[in-house]
């Protein structure tokens, strides 16, 4: 599959992207940079993490306006595939393809740790390797991961199973001591109504090799090929 | 020439301005004599930065010579930008460690942020992506607020330069002592990788070579930065604006990437940061290192601020700017590139041939200095050197006169609430150290390992320095950091390849502190001499003093090691119960200098552990050996704390599980401290599969090892039985993990959050 | 002209950064003080003379890009030169 | 009463967010933008009523916590309520 990988002055995940599709999954990667004004070509978009124009003012906020933007909106609303992780996922919420915004964490610290994460909906394209339920331990790496939506939108999320993952324990378990940030709900993750928009706070990426001692994100990325696949598969072009 | 006679004249500086300007009369002669003419006032701004003690080295040069700089992987020793030594694969690992000890502590976020930012320009002006961070720290103890405050303000400063530049902050060290409470130091460690055919170095070649500014504008910030870290220089008309330079990670991230694409295709000739002394210092060196001279307009210097004098442009220290030198023709694509990422750029000047800095204002010349005077011929001073009178006195410790440890158990678990000893997830949680998808061991193992993509290899990274043990003994202390450093690259299976160095002195116009520096040195250079590990870059920091009272000697080294194999990599955590646990190194009656003294008996006196350096070696080819046999589950070093807290972090360390022991010790005629929190080197406690007991234990004793079976991994407690004669216990203690943990992994976050009033 | 644009979150929204200052500033002592909210303070200068559309423009960068409006309110004030 | 607290960046001290933000204004097509300066704005309800202690309270406040004097300095206001 063509990945398309938006490259914003100020990512720094977009590389490690990049290794994971192409050297550990064996996918085509592809950079696109943010002056860019076409997604032409690529089977599904990811927003990389980062701190795009230094996450000054509000993150996300700045890069929502790039030029490409207008494109991945295009896209999206086209049934689009695309992936926002942390940076990625604030700036989709910036964009307004997904509700709420995000409040500095609960401690106001950054936080660099492994956590456990539910996955509450293995319907989508980003989780259908998934059990229902299954337990994921992937890292976060965010000072602003503290999801926020007015309790209207909550309740239309909760009720369209459009929250995708939840913090838990290791078991599962989705309380308040395990919620690294304070986000509401224990919301890891949350997708578009459609269903083809994905932003989560942590980073599949980081868990994709033996190596580094996690593989877990890799559920994530596979989930995205088997479904491009089976998309194409649908609609031979 | 016709030029020379042109240079501004602003009139000879008076004896007062010369004196503010830290230069002695001697110096001001030998001014006279380089320029065979008085300065005027921007000439002598120029000498002032140069020739201070942090841009000259001139109280250290002499000892600086000691360090062994040569090997056969050395590609680039110091005097460079930073250091480099070569990996394999056509691939080279450059490093380098510096201080932003006085900035931290006038503004601690700030002043920490911008040491990140200093030594990351340091590394990708080498053509090198940098790929690891560590820092070394010193504060004063917690229960001080404004330690407090300096160390969050610090870490943050860290944690937010760095996480935003995407480069992980895989690893460092952090001690506390009262004697940081005014001078907390920040020690900063970076590592790149670049293609070894492709490694830049800080050179102005070419006459006629356009000379490009990148970067920040540049502002009234940080001027005299560098007088300021050499001396308490402070200039009455300065005073009003405050001397913190605000780092912009942000710009330094696009100045990385396009910096990273100058060097791809191939368009520059040399680059260096505009770090102390901005401008001047990056230019003089640039020209002194190519032999040649630079001519620069300052009406083309992108300015932040109006009415800015040359003297100010010279001598700013505006974060996140850089000088390069293109290659003939291709100026245009350098600026290209700096448009597409939004960086200010202008061609600022050309290089010449007669070896001048010169300096015009439109077409009024106002400075022109031989550039290599400026740079390389310096005052240098072999300054008197005596150890201080009180030597004695912290060495005169007679132990009989403490009482021996009547409850480990208490002890075990004030050490581990120490926070000295506790464990520092509080600080590097805050620093993303995935970043990168490199980071194998994150910290809190030995050392740090980054793998390299595109090859099978790793690199392992320490940081390490006691500065206690250098109180005592400078000597001893620098080589038990040398072999400290290079003990814990072995224990994560990695072969030690070079070092760089961080020297944190006070004033070395003392006789006492200067006689410190160099037995520091002189320690260091016999002990990387003697493990073949060459010294390829390093920074000294002097000064570091308040009221007139000094820091301990603080010598840091950051040290680097190679991993061929992924399968070699080690940490130093319990895998699984039923393993044997092994005592590599013998321990002695080494208590003096120990973090127990200091914690329990507050005493911080005695003479630390002697270093046997061929021991110290048996036992480093040891490790690789059992390593590369595959051999070992786990290695931790004994260090601080002794053989008690080293066992206990091999049970609490482990990310995903925690893991009890039963061991049996032997007291062996010694004191119940010593063999339990005693700090004897060269020791290293390793977990062995029972399947290969028995060849470790030949292995071992083939090497020349001594060792000691200590018990076993287990899921319960840790109990520790101590046997005196014919078998006899004479202690025994079982603490459950979930205290232990408790105390070790929490103790920080408390003292840091208890709030003060 | 110049403005001020006033940032600060929605009432009913959590401040965690101003719970934070107001524990803090209770522990040094300061008793008396109460709720703490902390929001941005940005100064723009603007080469416009026409208050009217002056205040057009400032209404128009705060609501596309200085004030996200899911959570942040903003007010301003215009400072002629 | 309440106080309004402005801090803002000492004068010549560098501001990269006001510097990011007035690019992605211009960026924006918002071309009358001058120079931003970014800074904090703080809200503090002080259970006090006395005009005069309370100014104290806010001002040691500020030295002591709110803002960082060395790059930094304030400015703020009292309302009664
Ligand atoms: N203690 C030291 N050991 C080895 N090399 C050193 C030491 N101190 C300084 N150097 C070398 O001297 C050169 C100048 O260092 P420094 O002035 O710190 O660089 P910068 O100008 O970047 O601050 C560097 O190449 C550095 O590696
Ligand atoms: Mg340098």
Redesign the interface.
Known sequence: MNIGIVVF??S??D??CG??LS?VLGQTAQFIWHQERSVKGMDAIILP???S??????TG??AR?SPIMDAIVEFAGRGGMVLGICNGFQML??LGIL???M????????????HYIRVENVNTPFTNHCEPGQILKL?I?HAEG?Y??NPVTLSSLQANAQIVFRYCDREGNVTSQANPN?SLDNIAGIRNAAGNVLGLMP?P??G??R???NEDGIYIFRSMISALEAHKLLQPV | MTQESKVLPQGPPTSKVIEQHGLSEDEYQQILKHLGREPNLTELGIFSVMWSEHCSYKSSRIHLKRFPTEGERVVQGPGENAGAVDIGEGLAAVFKMESHNHPSYIEPFQGAATGVGGILRDIFTMGARPIALLNSLRFGELDLPKSRHILKGVVSGISSYGNCMGVPTVGGEITFNDIYSKNPLVNVFCLGIVKKDRLLRGLAKGTGNQVLYIGAKTGRDGIHGATMASDSFDDASDKKRPNVQVGDPFLEKLLLEACLEFLEQDLLVGIQDMGAAGLTSSSCEMASRAGTGVDLDLAKVPRRESHMTPYEILLSESQERMLLVAQPGKEESVLAICRKWGIDAAVVGQVTDDGFLRIREGNQIVAEIPAHALAEEGPRYERPAAPPSYQEFLQSLNIDMLPDVKNPADVLLKLLASPTIASKRWVFRQYDHMVGTNTVVCPGSDSAVVRIKGTTKALAMTTDGNSRYCLLNPYLGGGLAVAEAARNLVCAGAQPIGVTDCLNFGNPERPDIMWQFIMAVEGIADACRAFQIPVVSGNVSFYNETNGLSIYPTPILGMVGLIERPEDITTQWFKQAGDHICLLGETKEDLGGTEYLKVIHSREQGNPPWLDVDREKALYTCMLTLIQKGLIQSAHDCSEGGLLVTLAECCLTNPSELFGATVILNQDRLRLDALLFGESPSRVVVSVKSEHVKQVKELVQELGVPSTELGQVTQGNMDITVRGAHDLPVSQLSLSLSEMSDQWHHALARQLEAEAS | MKAKIYITLKNGILDPQGRAIQQSLQALGFDSVGEVRIGKFIEVDLCETDATSGETTIKAMCEKLLANTVIEEYEYEILET
Do not use: M, Q
Request: hydrophobic residues 30%; proline residues 6%.
């Open positions: 002055p100020g720094n995940c590389r490690d290794y994971v050297k993490g980062g701190f124009y230094g996450d000054y003012l509000r906020a700045i306006f919420l910036e509700p709420g915004a409040l500095r964490n609960r401690d106001l610290s950054f936080i660099c740790e492994e890292p790496a503290n926020y939506t304070g980073h990426e980081r994709a090799e190596l580094l001692n």
